[in-house]
């Protein structure tokens, strides 16, 4: 069964940095496209990153410039380094995990149970 | 403002049947990408409840089913049980310089009466 398991919230000062964890079993995090969603607190769902399999990444406006996202394929690991972190950026972070089929792309379809992140003075 | 459109909360009574739009545009599901559905039960982390449009994953009721026109999608639950009582996420893809990006619905709530 796949799993994942996310690590690294906390509480941070404004213009801060965190490091997100996500640990990866039963599925390789290289071969697979891996994405970062966040939900503020009372909110809906936002897109933040993604990694796809051959490599390349992309970033939502919002967190361009500032966050990165990266994997170790000797740890089977996702992260996300975030950086000049705001307010705004206080949320729940998960990582998911993107199905394919030949050329479909088929939703999330494991998601980690999250990490809060809480960015204030 | 989320790109896709959702009803901010729906309500039904036990056995009933309900329906969750989401509307979007010609850059994202009128632009043929397919749409998803996600169930969040409170304090939990989303589940794949739909994938392409109509397709439900392994173990998910059959009381679930989605549907896709034009610039819309529609999720409609059967049946309803005091368990369904969640929010609800469509998902789908926007068009942009850089490639298709994920763009989310606002989330709809589903209230059982």
């Known amino acids: 069964e796949a799993q994942l398991v996310e690590s690294g919230g906390g509480l941070v000062q404004p213009g801060g940095s965190l490091r997100l964890s996500c640990a990866a079993s039963?599925?390789?995090?290289?071969?697979?496209?891996m994405r970062w969603v966040r939900q503020a607190p009372g909110k809906g769902l936002e897109w933040v990153s993604v990694?796809?399999?051959?490599?390349?990444?992309y970033y939502a406006d919002s967190v361009k410039g500032r966050f990165s996202i990266s994997r170790d394929i000797s740890k089977n690991t996702l992260f996300l380094q975030m950086n000049s972190l705001r307010a705004g950026d206080t949320a729940v972070y998960y990582c998911?995990?993107?199905?394919?089929?030949?050329?479909?792309?088929?939703?999330?379809?494991?998601w980690g149970q999250g990490t809060l992140v809480t960015v204030s003075s | 403002q989320s790109v896709l459109t959702q009803p901010p909360s729906v309500s039904g009574a036990p056995g009933q049947r309900v329906t969750i739009s989401c509307t979007g545009s010609?850059?994202?599901?009128?632009?043929?990408?397919?749409v998803h559905w996600y169930q969040q039960l409170p304090g939990t982390a989303p589940k794949l409840l739909i994938y392409?449009?109509?397709n439900r994953p392994s173990g998910v009721p059959d009381r679930f089913s989605g549907s896709k026109s034009g610039t819309s999608a529609s999720l409609a639950i059967t049946g309803l049980q005091a368990e369904d009582e969640a929010d609800y996420y469509c998902?789908?893809?926007?068009?942009?310089?850089?490639?298709?990006?994920?763009?989310f619905g606002g989330g709809t709530k589903l209230t059982v009466l």
């Open positions: 998911a995990r993107e199905d394919r089929f030949g050329g479909n792309l088929r939703g999330f379809d494991y």
């Open positions: 039963g599925f390789t995090v290289s071969s697979n496209h």
């Open positions: 990694l796809f399999s051959g490599g390349s990444s």
């Open positions: 010609s850059s994202n599901i009128g632009a043929s990408y397919d």
């Open positions: 392409g449009n109509n």
């Open positions: 998902q789908s893809y926007d068009s942009s310089p850089s490639g298709a990006h994920v763009v």
